[in-house]
T-cell receptor, first 113, second 114 residues
Framework: DGGITQSPKYLFRKEGQNVTLSCEQN?????MYWYRQDPGQGLRLIYY???????QKGDIAEGYSVSREKKESFPLTVTSAQKNPTAFYLC????????????FGSGTRLTVV | GENVEQHPSTLSVQEGDSAVIKCTYS??????FPWYKQELGKRPQLIID?????GEKKDQRIAVTLNKTAKHFSLHITETQPEDSAVYFC?????????????FGKGTLLTVNP
C-alpha cells in the first residue's frame, strides 16, 4: 500500500464509544497527518505531527485525540465527544522541509450505527 | 492561516477536450503547490507539483501554471480520457520549519464523457 497502511478499512462505532484508527508508515517520513473527508468539504486537517511525542491540532481537532510514540505510527482516536464522526479518514506522511508532497494511506471509512 | 479556493467544483468535458481547474491562495509566502487525483473510494495521489521559483511545469498531458503576483495556480489536462475522471485537489504550503502542512482546496469532480 505504498508504504503507509491504514486499518481497518471499514469501522462501525456505536454511540458513546471511542474507536481508534491505525496508521503505520515505513517511508522514514518525519511528519504524519490525519485528515477527514466529507462530500463537498475537501480534506480537513485534524491533527499533525513532525516528531515523536509532539503533535499539533489542525482545523477540526475537537473530539479527536492522537499519539506519536513511534516515528512509524500515528493512531487517531475518535472519542464520544465527536458528535458527527461518520466520514472517510485519511492518514498521510511526508518529509519535513521545503515543500514535500504527501503520501496517503488507503483510508478508513467510519460509520456510526 | 492559509486559505485555498478551488473552482469549478464540477467539470464535465468530452473525451479529447482540455480541462482546466483553477485555485487561488491567500498567503503570499506559500511556495509549494501540489495537485492530487482521487479516484472513487481510493486514496489521493500526487500527480504534479510546482514550486514558487517556477512558472510552469509539464508532465505529458498534465501541466501546472503558477502566477505568484495574482496568487493563483491552475491545472491543465489536455486530450482528456475517461480514466482522467476523478476528483482533483489543489493544495498550498508555506514550506520549511513548522509550516510544512498542506492546505487543500475543496476539490473538483472531473467527468470525461466518451
Amino acid at each position: 500500500d505504498g508504504g503507509i497502511t491504514q486499518s481497518p478499512k471499514y469501522l462501525f462505532r456505536k454511540e458513546g464509544q471511542n474507536v481508534t484508527l491505525s496508521c503505520e508508515q515505513n517511508l522514514n517520513h518525519d511528519a504524519m497527518y490525519w485528515y477527514r473527508q466529507d462530500p463537498g468539504q475537501g480534506l480537513r486537517l485534524i491533527y499533525y505531527s513532525q516528531i515523536v511525542n509532539d503533535f499539533q491540532k489542525g482545523d477540526i481537532a475537537e473530539g479527536y485525540s492522537v499519539s506519536r510514540e513511534k516515528k512509524e505510527s500515528f493512531p487517531l482516536t475518535v472519542t464520544s465527544a465527536q458528535k458527527n464522526p461518520t466520514a472517510f479518514y485519511l492518514c498521510a506522511s511526508s518529509m519535513v522541509g521545503q515543500g514535500s508532497g504527501y503520501t496517503f494511506g488507503s483510508g478508513t471509512r467510519l460509520t456510526v450505527v | 492561516g492559509e486559505n485555498v479556493e478551488q473552482h469549478p467544483s464540477t467539470l464535465s468535458v468530452q473525451e479529447g477536450d482540455s480541462a482546466v481547474i483553477k485555485c487561488t491562495y491567500s498567503d503570499s509566502a506559500s511556495n509549494y503547490f501540489p495537485w492530487y487525483k482521487q479516484e472513487l473510494g481510493k486514496r489521493p495521489q500526487l500527480i504534479i507539483d510546482i514550486r514558487s521559483n517556477v512558472g510552469e511545469k509539464k508532465d505529458q498531458r498534465i501541466a501546472v501554471t503558477l502566477n505568484k503576483t495574482a496568487k493563483h495556480f491552475s491545472l491543465h489536462i489536455t486530450e482528456t480520457q475517461p480514466e482522467d475522471s476523478a476528483v482533483y485537489f489543489c493544495a498550498a504550503s508555506l514550506g520549511g520549519g513548522s509550516n510544512y502542512k498542506l492546505t487543500f482546496g475543496k476539490g473538483t469532480l472531473l467527468t470525461v464523457n466518451p
